[in-house]
């Protein structure tokens, strides 16, 4: 059974950090790219990172870009995501995915809280 568990969320204030973690069991981890997407009430989920296994070539959203910065552990089958300059607009839910880079398969995270507020 394939699990994502998030951790890291919370609550802080404009100009702050964060660093979420994602633990994933059940798949051969170096066989799936590993992103982040984030859901804030009222919207659609967007993109807003993903890290590649060997080159570790890493895409960001515009709106992230410069202020988070998402890696890989493919020892421990962990992927993170720091978040730096934290605005109020980062303020939403953010999930781990999991997608399997031979066939279409992917798999979602429970879902980690960030709120952004003075």
């Known amino acids: 059974q394939v699990q994502l568990v998030e951790s890291g969320g919370g609550v802080v204030q404009p100009g702050g950090s964060l660093r979420l973690s994602c633990v994933a069991s059940?798949?051969?981890?170096?066989?799936?790219?590993m992103r982040w997407y984030r859901q804030a009430p009222g919207k659609e989920r967007e993109f807003v990172a993903r890290?590649?296994?060997?080159?570790?070539?890493?895409n960001y959203a515009d709106s992230v870009k410069g202020r988070f910065t998402i890696s890989r552990d493919n020892a421990k089958n962990t992927v993170s995501l720091q978040m730096n300059s934290l605005k109020p607009e980062d303020t939403a839910v953010y999930y781990c995915?999991?997608?399997?880079?031979?066939?279409?398969?992917?798999?979602w995270g429970q879902g980690t809280q960030v709120t952004v507020s003075s």
């Open positions: 995915n999991a997608q399997d880079m031979y066939v279409r398969r992917a798999y």
């Open positions: 059940g798949l051969t981890f170096s066989n799936y790219y």
């Open positions: 890290v590649i296994i060997g080159d570790g070539t890493t």
